[in-house]
């Protein structure tokens, strides 16, 4: 089980909403905790959850060693940046959905951690460096949840045009949209030797004599990298828009990987490096696409009471598109992102399975597309996580089919 270790400080960690996710992840990075949250008010307070077992005193040695490395002056260029960023976003405001009423209200029968059976029963075998190995059972829930995802809330949108890309995302595109300011901390970047013969030469000669391991310093022999893994499928989407015109208000149908560089927080089904989305995507008027976004919550909390599975729609802070830095004028929502979030009983806590990205005009004038007869036009998204639906249905249910609900069909049990 987890215990949580709260500390005030003295002075404050002064952040911003920008730099909080970058300061998260480099403390989950140094310190062995599970979940870290810094007070947003006032940055005085901080939350640390980990393992009871694991020794007090490290925690606390731990953290005292990460804050004295965390000072603000390390991150003066990132502050700055993030103060250009307010003005020039146009906020909008919308109706909320309403949220009191977005709740699953289902009655799991499990409490238990199933961490241990799914390895035990060979549902996921452990390969070296935290990659996994699905077995049958979880192949067979991943395409269960998918299609009957895709039957219940793709038949409810309607025409969706349907895709399928590679997961190599152009560093150029990227660039475009100021992406490697955003979340570099999650980055994953694809590259290649360069490619002229000596450097080719050199690099075997330098393997050979290192015992056919990689040099240390791969960065002479590599180009720069011209692709990056994508961190979700949608984008895609808008790269194949740009500079198109359309007729209608369009819906997108996807399925695909996310990459996210995760670090030492990989964790089974709940938190992986690269994991399997299905997505739909709006391109249209604003009022389309928030529609969407309302009807689309509503029917996946429908789904997730069909299916049994127990959760809440909540507002999520962590918009996937944003960047660090803009360079025009854009105008998006003042809630960008909502999140549907499925019970963990063992742990009393929740995880979020799907999210609900409204982008305002940010891809539309980014890439150049529009409606033909609107001056705007607006895009959205939403992304079901495959890996976190399977993984919170068997926390909630455990691993013997006969318990599980009466709605999931014998071929899947
Ligand atoms: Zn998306």
């Known amino acids: ?12 960690v002064t952040l911003n ?52 490395r965390f000072t603000p002056e390390h991150d003066e260029a990132s502050a700055s940046s993030a103060e250009i960023l307010e003005p020039e976003l146009n906020m909008v405001e919308l109706d909320e959905p309403p949220l009191e ?8 029968g ?17 390969l070296k460096n935290q990659e996994l190995a699905y077995h049958r059972p979880i192949i067979t829930l991943l395409e269960y949840f998918d299609q009957s995802y895709v039957d219940y809330v793709g038949r409810r949108i309607g025409d969706c045009q349907q895709r399928q890309y590679s997961v190599l995302l152009p560093a150029s595109f990227a660039e475009k949209m100021n992406y490697f300011h955003s979340a570099p901390m999650h980055l994953l970047l694809a590259t290649h030797l360069s490619h002229d013969h000596e450097t080719m030469k050199s690099f075997a000669a330098d393997v050979s004599a290192n015992n056919g391991k990689l040099p240390q310093d791969c960065g002479p022999y590599l180009e720069t990298p011209p692709y990056i893994l994508q961190s979700a499928p949608c984008y895609k989407v808008y790269m194949e828009m740009e500079d198109q015109v359309f007729e209608d208000n369009t819906a997108f149908v996807l399925k695909g990987q996310s990459f996210r560089n995760e670090g030492k927080r990989v964790y089974l089904l709940e938190r992986l490096l690269n994991f399997t989305m299905r997505e739909f995507v709006f391109l249209g008027t604003p009022e389309y696409v928030t529609r969407m976004r309302d009807l689309t919550l509503g029917w996946t909390i429908e789904w997730m009471e ?3 599975l127990k959760g809440e729609c909540a507002l999520a802070n962590d918009p996937f598109f944003l960047p660090g830095k803009v360079k025009q004028n854009f105008k998006v929502p003042k809630h960008v992102k909502y999140e549907v979030r499925a019970d963990i009983p063992y742990k009393n806590d929740t995880i979020s399975i799907a999210s609900y990205d409204t982008h305002g005009d940010f891809f539309a004038k980014t890439f150049n597309f529009r409606l033909r007869d609107n001056a705007e036009t607006w895009s959205g ?16 249910y455990g691993l013997q089919s006969e318990h599980w609900p009466a709605a999931i069909p014998e071929s899947v049990k």
């Not at 089980?1 to 404050?12: C, I, V």
């Not at 009423?101 to 799991?108: A, D, Q, V």
């Open 1 to 12: 089980m987890f215990t949580t270790y709260r500390l005030e400080l003295p002075e404050p």
């Open 17 to 68: 909403k920008l730099q909080i996710p970058v300061f998260t992840h480099m403390f989950l990075q140094n310190v062995s905790a599970h979940k870290v949250q810094v007070d947003p008010i006032q940055g005085k307070r901080i939350s640390v959850t980990y393992l009871s077992s694991y020794p007090r005193e490290q925690i606390e040695r731990e953290v005292a060693i990460f804050l004295e």
């Open 101 to 108: 009423k977005l709740c699953s209200c289902c009655t799991p």
């Open 110 to 126: 499990n409490q238990r951690n199933i961490s241990d059976d799914l390895l035990e029963q060979r549902w996921l075998t452990l």
């Open 306 to 308: 069909a299916a049994g």
């Open 381 to 396: 998204c939403i992304g079901l996580g495959l890996e976190r639906v399977v993984w919170s249905f068997l926390q909630q």
